[in-house]
């Protein structure tokens, strides 16, 4: 178990996007409270880290890990704000969101305390929280824990589809300029993808993995620093771009952004394998200084993306990169090669809670046959649906609505104000009503994201039909 253990850290330090269920806890820079004159347990004093992180150390970890895909997706999501809108909402997202993980990190290492326990993972913190909390809520903890641990497995299932329809929208858009004549569908590239992703899944150990998300972190130094050359080239006026676009398509920025600022949760194990996890938060602070960085580096890419694509901006900036052009193709093939590096990354994560409760059987025969089907039927859903929408934007909208909106703000909200109901909710119950709003914003971008998202697939799903039966039509 030690050993499983300290894969999943070293997994997380090489992680590019958001994991919050991996991680054994979270610790903070929270003080410890002595009661009547007795030491309190400290959750710190329990810990043992090999390879502990200077403060530096983290902030580059925190860079790389979240200045991953989401951003490239930030040009799309000024799209359905506007430039002005576009910039103070990415501030405001970003502000809410490191508060979001802010809180919980202070919230799981109280509840450490709490419980005399060293480490609680995402989930067992919201359990433990409910089992030391109000006591009409105390009978819901076992529920509250499960609901959290498949909703992050299902999370993370989600964003395995939002990856597939990246690689086949990339690899159509490299490679559709040299098959004149014989163009394929997106759908088509995205079902090529099948065998590759089977492959690559069943490997089992986190430690085989760590270097594949090495290759694709280098690599993506690459597909930005190309792309951010065609970005910035003959920039045209800014008056020719919307300041702020229509009220309809807000939805679909907050969305957009959500699924790309909540990429921020892997601060929760590098913070946990720091030094000195007192430098964690506060200001600077580790989360404070990456943030800013993270934010206005999104705020730059989407705002010049915007601007330099208009209202063509594609789910992935990449894809705007001229066919004609060799290195604009090399960097979309490279991307796509990153996302299929970073799929079975991803995928341990779901896969992480059904091995767990395989675990519980009371016998291993035909352990190997189970996991390699299970995993294989998994690559085939998430194939699947990737064929049946694949419209980038409005995917990687829909899944920031229902599933990040959800675990990003919402969860954490309420993790927070459960805890302190009995204890302390601040002046004037300002915790209470600052996290009410939070899960108010986290409830408007749910239902208006997933409405706008969902109305555009369906769009886009009976365009396609009705554009294939007029195609057959006029074959005949």
């Given at each position: ?17 958001a994991n919050l269920t991996d991680n054994p806890g979270f610790p903070s820079s929270v003080s410890i409270d002595t009661k009547s004159g007795e030491k309190s347990y400290n959750p710190f004093e329990h810990r043992q880290i090999d390879h502990p992180n200077t403060v530096i150390g983290s902030i580059i970890h925190l860079l790389k890990a979240c200045l991953g895909t989401g951003i490239l ?404």
């Open positions: 178990m030690e050993k499983n253990k300290k894969d999943v850290m070293d997994l997380n330090n090489f992680a590019s996007t997706a930030m040009p799309a999501a000024f799209k359905n704000s506007g430039l002005l809108l576009g910039t103070i909402g990415t501030i405001m997202a970003g502000f809410i969101c490191t508060h979001t993980v802010s809180i919980f990190v202070k919230t799981s290492q109280e509840v450490c305390v709490d419980v005399k326990k060293p480490l609680l993972s995402f989930a067992e913190t919201c359990g433990a929280v409910f089992d030391v909390g109000p006591k009409k809520l105390q009978r819901w903890s076992g529920f509250v824990k499960t609901l959290v641990d498949y909703s992050m497995a299902v999370t993370y299932f989600s964003v395995l589809c939002v990856y597939v329809v990246f690689i086949g929208t990339s690899l159509k858009e490299a490679l559709e300029v040299y098959t004149t004549g014989f163009e394929l569908s997106i759908q088509t590239y995205c079902a090529l993808t099948l065998i590759p992703l089977v492959l690559i899944c069943q490997i089992r150990n986190l430690k085989y993995l760590v270097p594949f998300s090495a290759i694709a972190n280098a690599l993506v130094v690459v597909v930005f620093s190309i792309t951010l050359y065609y970005v910035f080239s003959d920039l045209p006026p800014v008056s020719e771009r919307e300041t702020v676009a229509k009220v309809s398509q807000w939805p679909l920025f907050l969305s957009t952004v959500i699924f790309a600022m909540e990429g921020i949760g892997v601060v929760m194990p590098v913070e946990n394998e720091m030094a000195r996890p007192q430098k964690f938060l506060g200001c600077p602070g580790v989360l404070n200084t990456s943030m800013v960085i993270v934010i206005t580096l999104y705020g730059i890419v989407g705002f010049f993306g915007y601007l330099q694509f208009g209202d063509a901006v594609k789910g992935s900036v990449t894809l705007n990169l001229p066919q004609e052009d060799i290195i604009a193709q090399l960097a979309k093939l490279l991307m796509a090669f990153v996302i299929f590096l970073s799929y079975a990354l991803q995928f341990y994560v779901p896969m992480e809670m059904i091995t767990r409760n395989l675990k519980e059987r009371k016998s291993d025969r035909y352990e190997n046959l189970i996991q390699i089907t299970i995993r294989t039927v998994m690559v085939t859903i998430s194939v699947a649906i990737a064929c049946a929408f694949p419209n980038l934007e409005l995917v990687i909208s829909l899944v920031g609505a229902i599933f990040f909106s959800t675990l990003g703000l919402l969860i954490p909200a309420v993790v927070e104000t459960v805890y302190r109901w009995d204890k302390n909710l601040g002046f004037c119950n300002y915790v209470l009503w600052k996290n009410t709003i939070i899960g108010l914003i986290s409830i408007v971008a749910l239902v208006s994201g997933s409405y706008v998202s969902i109305l555009g697939m369906i769009e886009d799903f009976s365009g396609a039909s009705h554009d294939h039966v007029h195609e057959n039509t006029t074959l005949t």
